[in-house]
C-alpha cells in the first residue's frame, strides 16, 4: 500500500482532536441545556395551560336523549308508543373513504340514493366530533346480521339501538295526532339547543307539535372520558334526562276507528266532541296516511304520491277543510232571529217553493220545488225549509246573523290544542268590503241564512257550535287534552282571544224550542233525517246539511246523477245526543256525498249507536 | 517507513501488564458505557411499558430486540478496529449497491421504500446500516490524509457523503439521511477542518436553503410549515405537535404517575411508543423524569467521547466520536421534534422508541465505541 502522508502530525492531530472535541462535548452541554430549559418552560411554566387543555381533551360532555312521553287515549289505549328501532351509521373520522364505505354497504343492505342524500345532508349539519351519523334507518334482523358479520371491513360504520316514535294505529289517527319527523335546521333555531342536543325528533303536526315541550323531556349530560377516537371510556359523572311527560287525550280510539269505518270509503270528516268538557272524542279526516313513513322521513316518490293524490290524503278535512255549513248552521239563524226580536218563536209564513226579494225578481228556491206549505220555525228546521230563512234572514239583515252565527263560534279558532286548526269564514258587513271590497247586498244575507255563498266552516266548527247548542249557550273550548298523567292539577289554559262568553238568549225557553226542532229533524213525520233517527232507544237532535259545490243557475234543473262525482253536493250533519242529556255531540261532512240525510247523518247515527250503547254497556256491566 | 520509529513504551501499559488480564477485558466491552447503556434500555422499557398500552407482548418483543442488539453490540466489541478500517471500503460499496437496490426493488409503507427484501436474508433496511458505514468510510479516508484537511480531501469525503445521503433522501427519509450527513460533517470537523472553511459552509448553507425548500415534497414542506404554525391545522398536521406538547407540559414537575398519563393512554398522543415516546415520560414522570434521561444521555456522549479523545489512532478517534455526536443528534432531534423546536422529522428517541433496527445499528456502533476503546494496544503507531 502506497503511503502518501509522511508528513502526518500524529501529536498536533491528536491536540486538534482534543480541542475539537471538548468544544463538541461544550455545545452538547449547550444544547441539552437548551433542551431541559424548553422541558422545564413546558411543564413548569405552562403546566397549567396544558393541564387545562389535556383535561379539555379527554372529559367531553354528552347528552344523553330524553325518552318521549307516551300518548293515551282517554281509556289507557296507547296511541303513540316508542319503539327500539336500528339505524346504520357511520363515524366519518374513523373512515378513511366515506364513499366506498356506502357503496360496500350498498352490497350488503339495501341503500337507496335518498338514503345517501339524507346521509349527506345529515353530515353537513351540525355534529360533534366523531358523532355517527345515520345512513339507512330501522333495519331488519336480517340486515344487522348481514352487516354487523362486515364490520371488520367497514372501519367506522355501526348499528346503534334508538327508540323512534311509532303510531300503531298509522291512518287512521294521523289528523288527530299529528306526527313527530326528523328535526330540521329551522326547528333546532327555535328550540333550546342544549335541551334538543341529542334530539333527532321534533312534533312536526298536531298534538305531537303542540305538546312538544311536555312531550319532549329534559335531556341528561354526561361527563364522559374519552380517548382519541371520541370513544367512550368511563361516565365520570351521569345527570339522568327527564323523560317527557305522558299525555291522555279525550280521544276514544275505538269511537275514532268506528267513525272512520262509518265513513268508509268516502272522502269526509268526522269530529265527535264530549259536550261536558270540551274533550274531542273523534277526529277523523279520511283519507289519512301513515305518519310512521314521516318519522324516519318519507321518501320523495311516497311523498309526492300523497301530495298529488286528488283525494288530498294530506289535508286535514276536520280541522282545516272549509266547507258551506248549509243547513246545519238553520239553528244558529233560527235563534238570531227570535232573540233579536227580529220575529217571535210562533212566526209561520207560507212557503211556496221560492223566494223574491222583488216582485219579479230572482227567485231563491227552496230545495223542495213545490214548498212546504205553511212552515213555522220549529217546522222549517225539521224539514229543513229554505223559504222560512230566507225570509227571516232577509227580515233581520246580516249584523244580527253574523253576531250570532260568531258568538257560537264560527269564523275563529276555538280548539285550544290544533295548531293547525283553521278559522274559516264568518262574512259580515264589514268582511265583505274589507276582503272583497263590495258592500253587503241583500242577497247576500238570504244566502247567508242557509249557510251558503261566502260562508265557510270546518267540520271542527260545526260540532263546537253544536255543542253550544247543546250545552244550552255554555261555552267549552274543544280541545284534546284530557290530563297531562304525572300533572293532575295541569289545566289548559284558554287564551285570551279563544275565549267566549256563554251565550245569553232573552229567554231559556228558546234553547227548548231549537232542541225540540232538532229532535223533530230526527224523530218528527216529515224530518230530513228521520230516517237516521228511526229505531233509537235514545232521543237525538240534529240537522242535516246540503252544501252546494256548485251553483246553479235560475230554473236550471238538478241532476246529481248527471253532474260528475267531484261535483255532487257535500252531505253535512250536526247533532247530539242524548237530546236532553248530551253526552255526544257529532259533525259529518261527507265530500260530494250527495246529501245531509242520505249520506252524512247514517255516519252520525252509527257513531250515536256506538257511543251510546257502549255507554250502556258499561253502566251495565258496572250495575253486574 | 517503518513503524517501529515511532515505537515508545506506555507506562500504564506496564501496570496493565503487571496485573494480568482479567476474564472481563476478554469480553472487550466497557464497563461504564455497559452500564449506562443498561441503565437507559431499563428505564427505556420502563417507560415503553406504559407507552405501548401496557401490553406484555409489545414489551416482551422490545426485550427481545435488546437481547439481540446487545448480543450484537458484544460481538463487535470483539472486532479489532482495525478490520472495521479495513473493510470500509467496501462495506461503503456494497452500501450504495443496496440503498439503489432499494430504490428500484424495495418494498415499504406510507408511500417510502425503505426496505430491502433479499431472498434468503431477513428484511432489513439498508439505511440504517449506512449509519455505521458512512462514518466509518470518512474515518477511513481521513485516517490517511495529513490532518488538518485540505480542500480537495474535504471535498471528496463531501462526494462520498452525499451519495447515501441523496440515495436515502429519494426513499424518502428525511430523518436517515439526516442523521447519516450529519455523522459526516461531524468526522470534518472533529477532523480539524480549518474554521474558515466552516463559515464558509455555514453561509453557503444558508443561502442554499430556499433552493433545499424548492426540492422538498409536499409532506415535507408541511412539516415545516406546521412546524412554524401548528395552531393552522390543529386537526390535521398540528395534532401531532399540539398533543405532544399537552402531553409534556400537562405532566408538569413530578408527572401525572406511572401509567397514569391521560393524553398517552387515552390515545390522544399519537406514535406514542415511536417516536413520541419522551412526551409519555415527561407526562407520567414529569420534568423530573426528562432531567434523569437527559442526565443519562448526556454521560453516554461523554464517554463515548472520552473514549473517542483516548482513541490510538486517527480513525478510533473520528469514528468513535462521530458516532457519539450522532447519538447525541438522535436525542437532541428527537426531544427537540417532541417539544415543539424542531420540525417533525421521523427521528426516534434512541434506545426507548419501539423500532429494532434503530435498536441494533445504535449499540452496533456503541459496539464499534468499545472495540475502540478495548483494543488499544501498548504502543501506538
Known sequence: MRRHSPIKDHLSERRTFASRTLLAFAVVVLLMGALAARMVYLQVFEHDRYATISDRNRVQLEPIAPTRGLIYDRNGRLLADNRPTHNLSIVRERTDDIDATIAELAQLVPV?????????????????????????????????????????????????????????????????????????????????????????????????????????????????????????????????????????????????????????EQRGAVVALDPRTGGILALVSHPGYDPNLFVTGISGRDYRALQQSEDLPLFNRAIRGRYPPASTIKMMVGLAAIDSGTVSPAYTISDPGWYQLTEGGRYYRDWKRWGHGKVNLKTAIAESCDTYFYDIGHRMGVDPMSDYLGRFGFGRVTSLDLPEANGAILPSKEWKRRVRGRPWYTGDSLNLSIGQGFMVATPLQLATATMVIANRGRWVNPRMLQRVIDEPEFELPVPERKQLADVQLKRDGYWDHIITAMEEVMHGEHGTARRSGQGADYRIAGKTGTAQVVGIKQDEEYDAEALAERLRDHGLFVGFAPSRDPQIVVAVVVENGGGGSSAAAPVARELFDFYMLRQKDVQLADQG | MNYRDFQRTMPEAAVDLRRGRSLWSYTHLDFILLSLLLLLASYGIFVFYSASGQSVAAVERQLIRYGVAFVVMMLIACINPRHFRRAAPWLFVIGIGTLIAVLLVGVGAKGAQRWLQLPGLPRFQPSELMKLIVPMTLAWYFAEKPLPPSLRHVGVILVLMAMPVLLIAKQPDLGTSLLIASSGIFVILLSGILWRYVLAAAALAAASGPLLWMVMRDYQRQRVLTFLNPESDPLGAGWNIIQSKTAIGSGGIYGKGWLNGTQSQLDFLPESHTDFIIAVLAEELGLMGVLALLAIYLCIIARGLYIAANAQDTFGRLLAGSLSLTFFVYVFVNIGMVSGILPVVGVPLPLVSFGGTSIVTLLAGFGIIMSIHTHRTMVTR
Open chain 1, 112 to 264: 337507496t340514493e335518498r338514503d345517501i342524500a339524507g346521509f349527506h345532508k345529515r353530515l353537513r349539519e351540525r355534529r360533534r366530533p366523531y358523532e355517527p351519523v345515520v345512513l339507512r334507518f330501522r333495519m331488519s334482523e336480517a340486515e344487522i346480521a348481514r352487516v354487523a358479520v362486515n364490520f371488520h371491513r367497514l372501519p367506522g360504520v355501526q348499528i346503534d339501538a334508538d327508540l323512534t316514535r311509532y303510531y300503531p294505529y298509522a291512518s287512521s289517527l294521523v289528523h288527530a295526532l299529528g306526527y313527530v319527523g326528523r328535526i330540521n335546521e329551522r326547528e333546532l333555531e327555535r328550540v333550546d339547543q342544549q335541551n334538543y342536543s341529542a334530539t333527532h325528533h321534533i312534533g312536526k303536526l298536531g298534538v305531537e307539535k303542540f305538546y312538544e315541550d311536555r312531550l319532549h323531556g329534559k335531556v341528561g349530560l354526561q361527563k364522559v372520558e374519552t380517548d382519541a377516537r371520541g370513544q367512550i371510556l368511563r361516565v365520570l359523572e351521569r345527570e339522568d334526562p327527564q323523560p317527557g311527560q305522558d299525555i291522555r287525550l279525550h280521544l276514544d280510539i275505538e269511537l275514532q276507528l268506528a267513525a272512520e269505518q262509518a265513513l268508509g
